[in-house]
């Protein structure tokens, strides 16, 4: 059983950044974040796999950039440019396959989510 812990999250203008991590309690292989704003569904945001190879959504391709460090088992996701529309409860997600999905119902583990909110 992998345990992840997201931390970064606040309160930002639009325009502004923010860099989430969410920390592992062991390795896992393959990374995703995802958000779900009020009333609205999960959403896929970014994920990278062990080797480094990354996905994005259409929505935050250019302004949101996710990386990983194996060796403190962490996974980072830098925000910039925010927009209102980034407001959501954002999650860290980690799956045991090799192959990067942006499908949250291939993901084994979640963590609690950090809470990110940009002001107009």
């Known amino acids: 059983q992998v345990q992840l812990v997201e931390s970064g999250g606040g309160l930002v203008e639009a325009g502004g950044s923010l860099r989430l991590s969410c920390a592992a309690s062991?390795?896992?292989?393959?990374t995703g974040w995802f958000r779900q704003a009020p009333g609205k569904e999960r959403e896929f945001v970014a994920a990278?796999?062990?080797?480094?190879?990354?996905v994005y959504a259409d929505s935050v391709k250019g302004r949101f950039t996710i990386s990983r460090d194996n060796a403190k088992n962490t996974v980072y996701l830098q925000m910039n440019s925010l927009k209102p529309e980034d407001t959501a409860v954002y999650y860290c997600?980690?799956?045991?396959?090799?192959?990067?999905?942006?499908?949250?119902?291939?993901?084994?583990?979640w963590g609690q989510g950090t809470q990110v909110t940009v002001s107009s």
């Open positions: 997600a980690a799956s045991r396959n090799l192959r990067i999905s942006t499908n949250w119902v291939t993901y084994d583990y």
């Open positions: 062991g390795r896992t292989v393959s």
């Open positions: 990278i796999s062990w080797s480094g190879s990354t």
